[in-house]
């Protein structure tokens, strides 16, 4: 179906992906039949977290519903629906979630993957949301493995820093859905047409303001944060030139972060006396969140360090994450300098 306002015919994800596979530099199609894999469970995700509110009617996660199937946790549902999805196709050679321990070695019907890509994703972040009908989202990291085609997948083709990315993306659940990535040509934002089951492309282009008046932070561990965020808080609540700014969080990082992308802001998660890096996982969460906003022309840092560089050295490692617009970055940076040992 062709959807048209004010004359403009809006394209369809599955049109864009088919007309800008050359912007890829290794442009074989695989990476648009992943993307379009993605796309797909997006839309079964989708359906399954806006029957959430019907818990009282299908039953509860660990419940039996009247088909004698087991009701499952809605994380649990995504990340099995991702990695199906992402499997029986055989598009990607190994995949790497927040909800699996270990890495997952993709290796075809008969052993002989040849695909080059692996895949890290957080298939439903923010699910302690949902019961309270807030949005949630999906975040997913695309690399070219390092190792060679057609052997096992290694922990190494995952291990790799945020810069060597080639796509990266989210799914936001909310008001309306939206699929938004980048393979490193900018950004573009897709918005679902539940009545239809069709992603249109809503957010061409998209860039984050210059200056933002937002910054996202879970204020109630303000006493275990380093000085430097402490001191930035305070910045932000000072009465001075464009300030006082506005404190807004969702605790949901993929809506946080979209609304500082649109808005401009910024979202941090430093690290705490309890938790020295932090509570986000650099793979899955972190690395593809900064793709996304240096792509929009924001910023994304570790408070000292530019996420994109970090070299991970664990699949489920977790680092202190301060990203949106570049100047309120900055600024976070210039105070956290300040206390650099
Ligand atoms: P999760 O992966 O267990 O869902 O945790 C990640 C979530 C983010 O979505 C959110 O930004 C953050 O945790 C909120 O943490 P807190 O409740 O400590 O503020
Ligand atoms: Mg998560």
């Given at each position: 179906m062709e959807v048209y306002m004010n004359n403009k015919r809006f394209q369809t994800l599955g049109e864009f992906i088919i007309e800008n596979?050359?912007?890829?530099?290794?442009?074989?199609g695989e990476l648009s039949r992943l993307i379009n894999s993605i796309r797909l469970a997006a839309k079964t995700v989708n359906h399954e977290v806006n029957k959430a509110g019907l818990v009282d009617i299908l039953g509860a996660a660990g419940s039996t519903n009247k088909h004698g199937e087991k009701q499952q946790k809605l994380d649990v549902f995504a990340n099995e629906i991702f990695i199906q999805t992402l499997t029986n196709r055989e598009i990607v050679c190994g995949i790497g979630s927040e909800e699996n321990e270990d890495i997952i070695e993709v290796s075809g019907a008969d052993n002989s993957?040849?695909?080059?890509y692996v895949v890290l994703m957080?298939?439903?972040?923010?699910?302690?949301?949902i019961d309270v009908n807030v949005s949630v989202g999906t975040i997913f990291s695309i690399y070219r493995r390092i190792?060679?085609?057609?052997?096992p997948v290694q922990m190494e083709d995952f291990l790799?820093?945020?810069?060597?990315?080639?796509a990266a993306g989210y799914i936001i659940y909310g008001t309306s859905t939206m699929l938004v990535y980048t393979v490193g040509k900018g950004v573009n934002g897709f918005t679902l047409n539940p009545a239809i089951g069709t992603f249109y492309?809503?957010?061409?282009?998209m860039t984050t303001p210059p200056n933002g008046k937002i910054y996202s932070i879970n204020e109630g561990n303000y006493v275990h944060f380093p000085q430097g965020v402490k001191d930035f808080i305070k910045y932000c609540q000072e009465e001075k030139d464009d300030r006082p700014y506005t404190s807004r969080y969702i605790g949901s990082l993929v809506s946080d972060v979209h609304r500082n992308l649109l808005k401009g802001g910024i979202y941090i998660y430093p690290s705490t006396a309890k938790s020295p890096n932090g509570k986000?996982?650099?793979?899955?969460?972190c690395n593809p969140m900064a793709m996304i906003v240096e792509q929009a022309n924001g910023r994304a840092s570790t408070g000292l360090q530019r996420i994109l560089d970090v070299k991970p050295n664990q699949l489920h490692q977790r680092v202190p994450f301060f990203c949106g617009n570049s100047s309120m970055v900055e600024k976070a940076e210039e105070f956290m300098s300040r206390y650099k040992e």
């Open positions: 596979q050359a912007d890829f530099q290794y442009s074989t993957n040849l695909n080059k957080d298939p439903l972040d923010g699910s302690s949301n190792t060679p085609v057609g052997t790799q820093p945020g810069k060597n990315q080639v492309l809503s957010h061409p282009n986000l996982r650099l793979l899955y969460e």
